[in-house]
């Protein structure tokens, strides 16, 4: 069935250390991937997206990496700040013409100063 | 602009009563999904609308509905309600468009809480 999960559900590091978070799926024929942020109280915040097509993409301070052959997605975060303490989602997408996202349990990432 | 509204933000309701949910998406996007978030599931697909036309449907029971209008603002029910439909309640809204860079953008939510 669909499934995306995550290694780890908790990851501390220190402020200014890079942070690598770890997303395992399932469905092979998940085309579209996606990470979010999650603050205490607050909705998903879209950080970074990434299509199959693609092994690498990189944003500000973000660098999503796709795996198709062992179905692996990581998600690092460089120079960690503790404003990037949050819980972490990776979701996919494999319906073509559906914006459904099946999502994975999170992982808390929690920065030391 | 404004980001995705929802309201209300804080609900108490008891066993047996329905809810109603609203979702107001950023001015301009059609499609609008719901998603329960609880610690136990977390994240769960409940139902795509897209130009008042449901989509795509999650695996909760018939319990769970919802409904678009003409200015693509969308309400969800919750009827007979139980104990285990406590959750925060999520709403995305997004252009309906795959190019990279276009996502889904999510409302504070609202924290149903079930007595």
């Known amino acids: 069935g669909e499934s995306v999960g995550l290694h780890l559900p908790t990851l501390s590091v220190q402020e200014g250390d890079n942070s690598i978070i770890n997303c395992a799926y399932s469905n092979s024929a998940s085309d579209y991937f996606i990470w979010y942020k999650q603050e205490s109280g607050k909705g998903p915040q879209f950080i970074i997206d990434i299509r199959s097509n693609m092994d690498k993409r990189q944003g500000q301070r973000v660098t999503v990496l796709l795996n198709k052959t062992v179905k692996h997605l990581s998600l690092q975060i460089a120079a960690t700040q503790p404003g990037d303490s949050a819980v972490y989602f990776c979701?996919?997408?494999?319906?073509?013409?559906?914006?459904?996202?099946?999502f994975g349990k999170g992982t808390k990432l929690t920065v030391n100063p | 602009k404004a980001g995705v509204t929802q309201t209300p933000r804080y609900l108490i309701k008891t066993r047996g009563q329905q809810v109603t949910l609203s979702c107001s998406p950023i001015?301009?996007?059609?499609?609008v999904s719901w998603y329960q978030q609880t610690p136990g599931q977390g994240l769960q697909f409940l139902f795509e609308y897209f130009s008042e036309t449901q989509r795509n449907k999650g695996n909760f029971p018939g319990r769970f509905s919802g409904r678009q209008f003409s200015n693509s603002r969308s309400e969800m029910n919750v009827s007979t309600l139980e104990l285990g439909d406590s959750a925060l309640y999520l709403c995305?809204?997004?252009?309906?468009?795959?190019?990279?860079?276009?996502?889904?953008?999510f409302g504070q939510g609202t924290r149903l809480t079930v007595v």
């Open positions: 979701a996919e997408s494999s319906q073509g013409g559906s914006e459904k996202l099946v």
């Open positions: 001015s301009g996007h059609r499609s």
């Open positions: 995305a809204s997004s252009l309906m468009n795959r190019g990279l860079g276009t996502e889904a953008f």
